[in-house]
């Protein structure tokens, strides 16, 4: 999906499970000006607010925290302030300077959760993968933290290295060898007139697709495997939502380039 102009809420793109044809991420991505507001509705979805940039008050029921956001670009080398609100629960949003937020969503409901902030110091950093493969992973939602559905995960990838790699997938219910989660990557490039390479596909090839993602384009992917390859000169993040029936990561590796992590 590629990026385009705000519309007047500030909204630039809006996935849900009836637009994507699955049954339960969904993705909103907003560029908001100071003093811009939204609201994001109680309705029966579980919600996990990122400030990918700037700074913000957000309102989660009867909480409110205050000019949280202290990055300006996702570049920058540190984890995002993010709020996660349980599904029943309205939120506000008010920028106080120019903001890019990620509101990410999954049907919710069994109340088990609690609204809180997730800052930056409750994000755990990894590295992973070496040589070309290395890529800088910050776990903002990760399945040992409480939630009902959503997995929210960002990712940076230094030009020239690949991510999502060697390619995997996570499209059937077999754990612990694999569960079945949709997934969409929210795509960013620094500098941003960059490009980068993702490509889609199942073993028997009825989804083959590769794409070429420019700075605010999303990908979703379904089913299948979907490697990431970021151009020598061009760093690239993305902002990674799963859910699907079972809150667990557990990917499969493509038999026939799982050796590349084997040797």
């Known amino acids: 999906m590629k990026s385009k102009a705000p519309d007047a809420q500030g909204r630039v793109h809006h996935i849900t499970p009836q637009s994507a044809?699955?049954?339960?991420?969904?993705?909103?991505?907003?560029?908001?000006?100071?003093?811009?507001?939204?609201?994001?509705?109680?309705?029966?979805?579980?919600?996990?607010?990122?400030?990918?940039?700037?700074?913000?008050?957000?309102?989660?029921?009867?909480?409110?925290?205050?000019?949280?956001?202290?990055?300006?670009?996702?570049?920058?080398?540190?984890?995002p302030y993010s709020v996660y609100a349980p599904a029943g629960i309205p939120c506000h949003v008010t920028a106080l300077s120019d903001v890019e937020l990620a509101v990410c969503s999954a049907p919710g409901g069994k109340g088990s959760?609690?609204?809180?902030?997730?800052?930056?110091?409750?994000?755990?950093?990894?590295?992973?993968?070496k040589g070309s493969n290395v890529r800088h992973v910050y776990n903002i939602l990760p399945e040992t933290a409480p939630a009902d559905g959503l997995l929210v995960v960002e990712v940076v990838t230094p030009g020239g290295n690949w991510s999502s790699y060697p390619p995997h997938k996570h499209d059937t219910s077999a754990a612990p060898v694999e569960t079945k989660l949709e997934e969409t990557y929210y795509?960013?490039?620094?500098?941003?007139?960059?490009?980068?390479?993702?490509?889609?596909?199942?073993?028997?090839?009825?989804?083959?697709?590769?794409?070429?993602?420019?700075?605010?384009?999303?990908?979703?992917?379904?089913?299948?495997?979907?490697?990431?390859?970021?151009?020598?000169?061009?760093?690239?993040?993305?902002?990674?939502?799963?859910?699907?029936?079972?809150?667990?990561?557990?990917?499969?590796n493509d038999p026939q380039h799982e050796w590349i992590v084997k040797k």
């Open 21 to 79: 044809g699955w049954g339960h991420v969904g993705f909103d991505l907003y560029h908001l000006k100071s003093g811009q507001k939204i609201d994001v509705a109680a309705d029966a979805r579980e919600h996990c607010l990122v400030l990918v940039a700037g700074r913000a008050d957000v309102a989660a029921g009867n909480e409110t925290f205050r000019n949280i956001g202290e990055r300006n670009s996702p570049f920058e080398g540190k984890a």
């Open 187 to 252: 795509h960013r490039l620094n500098p941003s007139q960059g490009f980068a390479f993702q490509r889609v596909y199942t073993d028997d090839r009825s989804i083959d697709q590769t794409m070429a993602v420019e700075n605010g384009d999303v990908v979703m992917v379904p089913e299948g495997y979907h490697p990431v390859g970021a151009p020598h000169g061009y760093d690239l993040y993305y902002l990674n939502v799963m859910a699907g029936p079972e809150r667990r990561w557990c990917f499969k």
């Open 113 to 129: 959760s609690p609204i809180r902030l997730i800052a930056p110091k409750d994000v755990a950093y990894e590295e992973r993968g």
